[in-house]
Nanobody, 115 residues
Framework: QVPLVESGGGLVQAGGSLRLSCAAS????????MNWYRQAPGKQRDLVAT???????TYADSVKGRFTISRDNAKNTVYLQMNSLKPEDTAVYYC?????????WGQGTQVTVSS
């Protein structure tokens, strides 16, 4: 059973916005750090944003000021609000739950930004 399911990806024009969601099941969501990663074709998977169990957030320099990660522990869901999207944001976006060095991964959702 895959405990994380992403949704909200799609095709958007440059300058547009998307909100990704990642719903968790089978884990104690509130105790996990939640991360968003992305992987463009032919490139490594990169960390985009993290939100700790306490709600602190960190971002990759490339998305600071444009992306916002948030979580709703009552809904076992983490979000990634993406604004001012650029073609270079095109990638498969994955959420990952992290606790004590163990990771659970979702299957990913495609985000395509057209110029």
């Amino acid at each position: 059973q895959v405990p994380l399911v992403e949704s909200g990806g799609g095709l958007v024009q440059a300058g547009g916005s998307l909100r990704l969601s990642c719903a968790a099941s089978g884990i104690i969501f509130s105790l996990h750090y939640m991360n968003w990663y992305r992987q463009a074709p032919g490139k490594q998977r990169d960390l985009v944003a993290t939100i700790t169990s306490g709600g602190s957030t960190t971002y990759a320099d490339s998305v600071k000021g444009r992306f916002t990660i948030s979580r709703d522990n009552a809904k076992n869901t983490v979000y990634l609000q993406m604004n001012s999207l650029k073609p270079e944001d095109t990638a498969v976006y994955y959420c990952a739950a992290q606790r004590f060095g163990h990771y659970y991964w979702g299957q990913g959702t495609q985000v395509t930004v057209s110029s």
